[in-house]
């Protein structure tokens, strides 16, 4: 017989593995990056040569009133923003789709401002070079906007052409126009203040990220505080990226560069920088850098991706260690959505799909269980008679499961590929621009935030503020009844104590506040799951009698 002290230690071991499975379950994601020991560069120099010409200034003064035009307007049916006058400068850039919260007079989303911003130029002799515009007024899909300079030795000339969605192009041709070389370097820059990352937690990575030697590199804000990245690598895109959307910049891709992420002058830094080129005299270069800032929408980056022949831009989305499953599950939700018109709706068919594909294994599983509650009285009986012989227990046990041919691991077989399966959905809810702002029905007008009902305010009636772990809405409650109830129909492992199984009892308590503050519409996939279970497993229950 246990004595108290054991049972005392055991139930503290059990609790132990408890907050351990809760730790794994809702800090996972923690833990899905890909390392790789980075370089660490101290500061990045500019390497030049003294053959260099004079600094390029504009042949021929600007027409008159352009010198008061300090910006040029940028605009299609997704974006509206602006260039600074010298065409190197991308600033002010608001996505017109997107709302930044669910009010009428809701603004639109922001991505870019005076506090984050893109610089793309040419540097000579450690400067950089100046340009005026050439031609054009604004920047839209039908008209770009040329900009140059020209000097004794230098002409530079930059087309900026922008497509229907997110993506700018910018042509460079440097020309020598001398007979004496001298080294030039293509630098792109993106600036973000620490006022401007966005407050909200998430699962889904934020901060630098890039391409380097075909591997992904993700690197938060709080590491680059400490130290300064720095990777060399060619077939390349880097940039800054937010839950839903981000600025990406994507050098020639067969272009040798640094990549820099950085802090400078309470300023995040993500920096891509050319190595030095010497253009011999009477020599032209063309460069073409890619700039995108906008929403995070898969269809779009798949096609960019192909289009352009940027390699593995699609993982500038947050797909996690599941990769293989959530990109797939997003391809097919959308697809869902897109057939019905309510992202609800289409998760709700995503779960019954997913069960009726997995009905053979869950089935067998259910049998197994079944089988188990019916061999329960047996199962006690040979508890009490050798529990103080473990060996023996375990042996008897073994004798009647064979005699009865029961398989008692048959029900963990749905749980382990629940597992991945439950990890990429989450990922897919996460990410999915589609799911941002997307209502459902009734109180429900946002299935990518959590449940804004809570039982401790009478549902809004009580105007009280109470702490967030406590806004336990209606949708988590459900899901903790379903959780319960599926929990009894399920009988417990043999090898489970008294003290154990007080513990498993208050799981269906300990997730329904833990879920409570995730996305609704993550929850409502797991409510719906649980309720198709309970259906399958009483009528197996009954089948097997």
């Known amino acids: 017989m246990q004595n108290p002290k054991q049972i005392k230690s055991e139930e503290k071991n059990m609790f132990g593995a408890l907050v351990l499975i809760m730790v794994v379950l809702f800090c996972f994601q923690s833990f899905n990056r890909p390392k790789q020991e980075p370089e660490i560069v101290q500061e990045q120099q500019v390497i030049s040569e003294p053959a260099v010409p004079t600094l390029p200034v504009p042949a021929v003064p600007p027409k008159k009133g352009k010198n008061e035009t300090k910006t040029f307007p940028v605009r299609n049916g997704f974006i509206s923003g602006q260039i600074d006058a010298d065409g190197s400068t991308i600033r002010h850039w608001t996505l017109t789709q997107y709302k930044e919260n669910l009010a009428e007079d809701s603004p639109n989303v922001q991505l870019l401002s005076d506090n984050y911003f893109v610089d793309l130029y040419w540097i000579v002799a450690g400067q950089k070079i100046p340009m005026i515009l050439q031609s054009g007024s604004e920047l839209t899909p039908e008209t770009p906007l040329v ?17 229907d969605h997110y993506m700018l192009t910018v042509t460079d041709t440097v020309s020598n126009t001398s007979k004496q070389p001298f080294v030039i370097q293509l630098t792109g820059q993106i600036n973000r203040s620490p006022q401007t990352i966005p407050t909200e937690r998430s699962v889904v990575h934020t901060g630098f990220v890039e391409l380097a030697d075909n591997r992904l ?3 938060n804000y709080s590491k680059i505080e400490k130290e300064t990245i720095s990777y060399h690598t060619k077939d390349t895109w880097m940039g800054i990226t937010d839950k839903y959307w981000q600025t ?8 040798q560069v640094q990549l820099t992420n950085a802090l400078n002058q309470d300023m995040y830094q993500a920096t891509f920088q050319t190595n030095p080129m010497t253009l011999g005299g009477e020599q032209s270069i063309t460069r073409t850098t890619r700039i995108f800032a906008g929403a995070k929408n898969l269809n779009l980056i798949n096609d960019y991706m192909t289009l352009y022949n940027i390699p593995k831009f699609d993982l500038t989305i947050d797909f996690g260690w599941f990769y293989f499953l959530t990109k797939p599950f997003l391809y097919f939700l959308q697809w869902l959505y897109a057939l019905v018109g309510n992202m609800g709706i289409a998760i709700l068919l995503f779960a019954t799909l997913l069960r009726l594909l997995l009905l053979p294994v869950a089935t067998k599983s259910y049998v197994s269980m079944a089988q188990m509650k019916k061999i329960q009285p047996q199962i006690k009986s040979i508890q009490e008679r050798y529990k103080d012989d473990r060996l023996r227990l375990q042996q008897e046990m073994m004798a009647l499961y064979k005699r009865e041919k029961i398989n ?4 963990c077989l749905p749980m382990l590929i629940q597992i991945p399966v439950f990890f990429a959905l989450y990922k897919v809810l996460s990410v999915s621009i589609q799911m941002r702002q997307a209502p459902f029905f009734g109180w429900i007008q946002d299935l990518s935030a959590p449940d804004p009902s809570s039982v401790f305010t009478l549902f809004g009636l009580v105007p009280w503020e109470i ?6 809405g209606v949708m988590p409650i459900l899901m903790g009844i379903t959780m319960y109830i599926q929990q009894k129909l399920t009988p417990q492992p043999a090898t489970v104590d008294k003290a154990q199984a007080n513990m498993f009892k208050f799981m269906p308590i300990i997730f329904t506040f833990m879920m409570g503050q995730f996305a609704v519409g993550l929850i409502l996939y797991w409510t719906w799951s649980n309720i198709l279970s309970i259906f399958q497993q009483r009528y197996i229950m009954k089948k097997v009698k």
């Open 467 to 472: 702490p967030s772990f406590l806004n336990l």
């Open 408 to 411: 008692p691991a048959g029900g």
């Open 147 to 163: 900009f140059g300079a020209k000097s004794r030795d230098l002409s530079l000339m930059r087309t900026i052409s922008l497509d």
């Open 248 to 255: 990406i910049l994507i050098p020639q891709s067969d272009e």
């Open 217 to 219: 590199q993700e690197n």
